[in-house]
């Protein structure tokens, strides 16, 4: 079984298109908490994630970090898209979040295949489109919305079947682009109205309902 099947977009790519595609370009495993790609530096290869997850964020001068979107089995990372179209360098950082599994493919090989199939151009520029509608949608929050609701709305989202969050407060400010403390004094409020309960890097959804009332406020 070729890579290009683990991504159904591709499965329209003519066959001299998948042959290149197929020879040039290299799995690789990335262990988690591996920093993939940095800052100031050359974006290589299109890289294509099949197992796992690689958290994008981005860091100002002063530390603070604030996640701009993450990039699942299945997706391309429209970063490195962005750099390898401008023939720029990275922005931002990458990191794997999980151990993440992946295709690079040279820039040679993306250069070549991008300008010749029709099939290549509609997966990459069709997962460019959906990730800035995302990244608007970000900015959107980020400058209008309450945080109480954002953070209400980001907890329901990360908990697991437990309804436990497992996530320290500087993560979950730089899930949202606040302050650490900013993120503490909301989440004693939450623990204060028992809808929610904290332990070192753990927060327990006492009062789901309540949560999510409060992030569909939103709307």
Known sequence: MSWIDSFPALSGLDPETRREAEAGARAIKVPKGTVIFGPGKPADNLLLVDGGTVRVQQVSEGGREIVLYRVAAGESCVLTTACLLAQDNYAAEGIAETDVSAIAIPRAVF???IARSPEFRRFVFSAYSERITDLFLTIEDIAFQRMDIRLAARL??????????????????????????????????????????????????RDRAALEALAETAA
Not at 185 to 200: G, I, K, P, T
């Open 111 to 113: 250069d070549s295949i």
């Open 156 to 205: 329901v989202r990360l908990a697991d079947a437990r309804d436990t969050v497992n996530a320290t407060h500087q993560q979950l400010a730089a899930e949202l682009g606040s302050a650490r403390e900013v993120i503490s004094r909301l989440l004693q409020e939450f623990q204060r109205r028992d809808w929610v309960s904290q332990s070192r890097g753990t927060i327990v959804l």
